[in-house]
């Protein structure tokens, strides 16, 4: 054999382990980092003018920036749910039409039936951890630990909870320095509370320290570090070190202040030499809530933000990056939902036998750029269901903007996303066929959905 036929067998060789490695031999680590409504258009490398994000650029030029990727909900604790389990929120009963999220005064969360993704990487000896909000269930038996998570150290759930005076929002921030003193919100570690009020000027900070130390703790061992930030979802807050530093105003120094921790952790796993064999992935739980105006964040092109099934509250920001994946931009459709099965495919453990899990395998599209095996999306508001995409078409059944009441359209409204991702140009009545074909697949999807027990108006 000649030297180039060699080199190039050598090369054929390497690139096969490269793909399948871990696959074969190492499961990979993971890290979830899930922000509190960020919007679409939040970041540089998704066309933000003004928010400078140099760290998620790269992560996303070195991975996967995926363009049509959907939260399973528009709203903080189903989405959770959906991300944690694989499943449907209203399969697990953390989904309302009354009370959208759980609540300081709610004494439920997610059932222990439920098998976190935590829980089933235990099966493989992971390590487990949570850095963040929680917002799945404060009391003692819902909390992280009893979900599959070995350490926990966050805020249980909204940072604008437990708000201690009747001041509306904005006479808090207007001519006036940031302090944390208007909301109660605990910091916990593990079932403990260590500190209330929180410090919120330095919690985003904090959790990266903490990202970081785990990180380190469980450099010898797989592990899966769930880092869920508080913000910047309202009330806002940044470090002095970024404080009025954004051209975008707070907002702004927020999302930098997020960007930076992310390059600190890709730094750390670079010096650790984990890398290679850690898959890390950047998403937010919804859309911006825009009712807050310039404290709140765009959703670009998209129409509409948090609440709503419109594609501004549930299209989300999304990289991955690191291990084996395939760099690109990405065009085809993903879901939160379907981080637990590609995580769970990638280290070899089945998906639970007796329930359904909702979310697809994909590995083939991070480690190969193949087409993504989800082609239909079904959007809930609350326990009602709004919405259905199927390929390229997007039908409504019914709309809303944050809080107000729900239109319901006879015929359906019908979208093509990929010419009309703004939402502006209804086509059902040229494409009854796509009309029929959807409504169809919700009839099946109706017949066959078990819902699970309410749990989120249960309430003291």
Same mark, same amino acid.
């Given at each position: 054999m000649?030297?180039?036929?060699?080199?190039?067998?050598?090369?054929?060789l390497?690139?096969?382990?490269?793909?399948?490695?871990?696959q074969?031999?190492?499961?990979?680590?993971?890290?979830?980092?899930?922000?509190?409504?960020?919007?679409?258009?939040?970041?540089?490398?998704?066309g933000?003018?003004?928010?400078? $994000?140099?760290?998620? #650029?790269?992560?996303?030029?070195?991975?996967?920036?995926?363009?049509?990727?959907?939260?399973?909900?528009?709203?903080?604790?189903?989405?959770? /749910? /959906?991300?944690?389990?694989?499943?449907?929120?209203?399969?697990?009963?953390?989904?309302?039409?009354?009370? %959208?999220?759980?609540?300081?005064?709610?004494?439920?969360?997610?059932p222990?039936?439920?098998?976190?993704? /935590?829980?089933?990487?235990?099966?493989?000896?992971?390590?487990?951890?949570?850095?963040?909000?929680?917002?799945?269930?404060?009391?003692?038996?819902y909390?992280?630990?009893?979900?599959g998570?070995?350490?926990?150290f966050?805020?249980?759930?909204?940072?604008?909870? #437990?708000?201690?005076?009747?001041?509306?929002y904005?006479?808090e921030y207007?001519?006036?320095?940031?302090?944390?003193?208007?909301?109660?919100?605990?910091l916990?570690?593990?079932?403990?509370?260590?500190? *209330?009020?929180?410090?919120?000027?330095t919690?985003?900070?904090?959790?990266?320290?903490?990202?970081?130390?785990?990180?380190?703790n469980?450099?010898?061992?797989?592990?899966?570090?769930?880092l869920s930030?508080?913000?910047?979802h309202? %009330?806002?807050y /940044?470090?002095?070190?970024?404080?009025?530093?954004? +051209?975008?105003?707070?907002?702004?120094?927020?999302?930098?202040?997020?960007?930076?921790?992310?390059?600190?952790?890709?730094?750390?796993?670079?010096?650790?030499?984990l890398?290679?064999? $850690?898959?890390?992935?950047?998403?937010?739980?919804?859309?911006?809530?825009?009712?807050? +105006?310039?404290?709140?964040?765009?959703?670009?092109?998209l *129409?509409?933000?948090?609440?709503?099934?419109?594609?501004?509250?549930?299209?989300?920001?999304?990289?991955?990056?690191?291990?084996?994946?395939?760099?690109?931009i990405?065009?085809?459709?993903?879901? $939160?939902?379907?981080i637990?099965t590609?995580?769970?495919?990638?280290?070899?453990?089945?998906?639970?036998?007796?329930?359904i899990?909702?979310g697809?395998?994909?590995?083939?599209?991070?480690?190969r750029?193949?087409?993504?095996q989800? #082609?239909?999306?079904?959007?809930?508001k609350?326990?009602?269901?709004?919405?259905?995409?199927?390929?390229?078409?997007?039908?409504?059944?019914? $709309?809303?903007?944050?809080?107000?009441?729900?239109?319901?359209? =006879?015929p359906?409204?019908?979208?093509?996303?990929?010419?009309?991702?703004?939402?502006?140009? =209804?086509?059902?009545?040229k =494409?009854?066929?796509?009309?029929?074909?959807?409504l169809?697949?919700?009839?099946?999807?109706?017949?066959?959905l078990?819902?699970?027990?309410?749990?989120? #108006?249960?309430?003291?």
């Open positions: 000649g030297f180039k036929k060699k080199i190039f067998f050598i090369a054929l390497f690139n096969f382990w490269s793909f399948y490695g871990f074969n031999n190492n499961s990979p680590n993971y890290i979830v980092i899930f922000v509190d409504d960020m919007g679409y258009g939040d970041l540089g490398v998704y933000n003018p003004t928010i400078s $994000t140099p760290h998620l #650029d790269k992560m996303a030029f070195e991975g996967q920036k995926w363009t049509q990727f959907y939260s399973a909900a528009s709203v903080c604790t189903p989405s959770r /749910a /959906a991300l944690l389990t694989g499943r449907l929120p209203v399969r697990s009963g953390m989904a309302s039409s009354k009370n %959208p999220v759980l609540f300081p005064n709610s004494l439920s969360g997610l222990a039936t439920e098998l976190t993704l /935590a829980e089933k990487l235990k099966e493989k000896n992971y390590k487990t951890a949570i850095v963040g909000k929680w917002h799945l269930g404060h009391t003692k038996n909390l992280p630990n009893n979900h998570f070995d350490y926990y966050g805020i249980p759930y909204s940072n604008d909870m #437990d708000k201690i005076n009747n001041n509306n904005w006479s207007e001519n006036k320095e940031l302090s944390s003193d208007s909301y109660n919100v605990p916990m570690e593990n079932f403990d509370i260590i500190e *209330r009020p929180v410090d919120q000027t919690i985003t900070s904090r959790y990266v320290d903490k990202t970081l130390q785990l990180i380190n469980y450099k010898n061992d797989n592990f899966f570090i769930y930030h508080n913000l910047p309202i %009330p806002l /940044a470090s002095k070190r970024f404080l009025g530093k954004s +051209k975008r105003g707070l907002y702004g120094d927020v999302i930098e202040e997020i960007d930076y921790g992310v390059g600190l952790i890709i730094n750390e796993l670079k010096k650790l030499n890398d290679k064999k $850690t898959i890390v992935v950047f998403t937010s739980d919804n859309g911006p809530w825009l009712v807050y +105006k310039s404290h709140s964040g765009s959703a670009g092109l *129409r509409n933000g948090k609440g709503t099934t419109w594609e501004g509250g549930v299209r989300v920001p999304t990289i991955f990056w690191g291990a084996n994946i395939k760099p690109g990405i065009n085809e459709i993903g879901s $939160t939902l379907d637990y590609t995580f769970l495919a990638l280290a070899k453990i089945d998906t639970q036998k007796n329930m899990v909702d697809y395998d994909l590995s083939e599209t991070l480690l750029k193949k087409e993504s989800r #082609d239909e999306m079904f959007f809930y609350g326990d009602e269901l709004f919405a259905v995409r199927l390929g390229d078409f997007k039908l409504h059944l019914k $709309t809303t903007d944050w809080f107000k009441e729900p239109k319901k359209h =006879n359906p409204l019908l979208f093509n996303l990929n010419i009309d991702p703004s939402e502006k140009f =209804n086509i059902s009545s =494409n009854p066929k796509k009309v029929k074909e959807i169809e697949l919700i009839k099946v999807h109706n017949l066959r078990v819902r699970g027990k309410n749990q989120l #108006d249960i309430r003291s």
